[in-house]
């Protein structure tokens, strides 16, 4: 595995790459970091989606298998700006809402696999990023999709 990293607006990221695969972003810089051309767009990528020149990557990802995959699928086809929720992400993953939930909890691709695009019907829901719900907040209002 090979790891690159970057501070953005959100704070430290990093990504991880095996295989020729995205398998990982990180909240925090990498102790010792590599260089791929993956590595190197990936993160270009990030800086552009940062600065609001990007809004949908365009990166080989690792999406898993079974109902993560599914589930990631999903949550990847959420347009920059807009959010679902875990019982639409649900219907369109063909799970149960609570399975949804554990899915987006699992995903080791934030930001490239939007799971703070996903929200509760008449909550929030969480976020596994430093900060919590607050970063989830805080991408959201980057994106537009939320206007507190």
Same mark, same amino acid.
């Given at each position: 595995?090979? #790891?690159?990293?970057?501070?953005?607006?959100?704070?430290?990221?990093?990504?991880?790459? #095996?295989?020729? $695969?995205?398998?990982?972003?990180?909240?925090?810089?990498?102790?010792?970091?590599?260089?791929?051309?993956?590595?190197?767009?990936?993160?270009?990528?990030?800086?552009?989606?940062?600065?609001? #020149? $990007?809004?949908? &990557?365009?990166?080989?990802?690792?999406?898993?298998?079974? $109902?993560?995959?599914?589930? #990631?699928?999903?949550?990847?086809?959420?347009?920059?700006?807009?959010?679902?929720?875990?019982?639409?992400?649900? *219907?369109?993953?063909?799970?149960?809402?609570?399975?949804?939930?554990?899915?987006?909890?699992?995903?080791?691709?934030?930001?490239?696999?939007?799971?703070?695009?996903?929200?509760?019907?008449?909550?929030?829901?969480? &976020?596994?990023?430093?900060?919590?719900?607050?970063? *989830?907040?805080? $991408?959201?209002?980057?994106?537009?999709?939320?206007?507190?």
């Amino acid at each position: 595995m090979i #790891r690159a990293g970057i501070t953005g607006p959100f704070g430290p990221v990093s990504l991880v790459e #095996r295989d020729g $695969l995205l398998v990982a972003l990180d909240w925090r810089l990498p102790e010792v970091a590599g260089e791929s051309a993956l590595l190197s767009e990936g993160l270009a990528q990030l800086e552009a989606y940062f600065a609001g #020149r $990007l809004r949908r &990557f365009d990166l080989p990802l690792d999406w898993g298998t079974g $109902l993560n995959a599914a589930v #990631r699928r999903a949550m990847a086809e959420i347009p920059m700006g807009e959010t679902r929720t875990y019982g639409q992400i649900a *219907k369109v993953a063909g799970a149960p809402a609570q399975a949804v939930g554990q899915a987006c909890g699992a995903n080791p691709l934030p930001i490239l696999i939007p799971c703070h695009r996903v929200t509760g019907t008449d909550w929030f829901g969480g &976020f596994s990023a430093p900060g919590g719900v607050e970063t *989830k907040a805080a $991408l959201l209002r980057h994106e537009g999709a939320l206007l507190l």
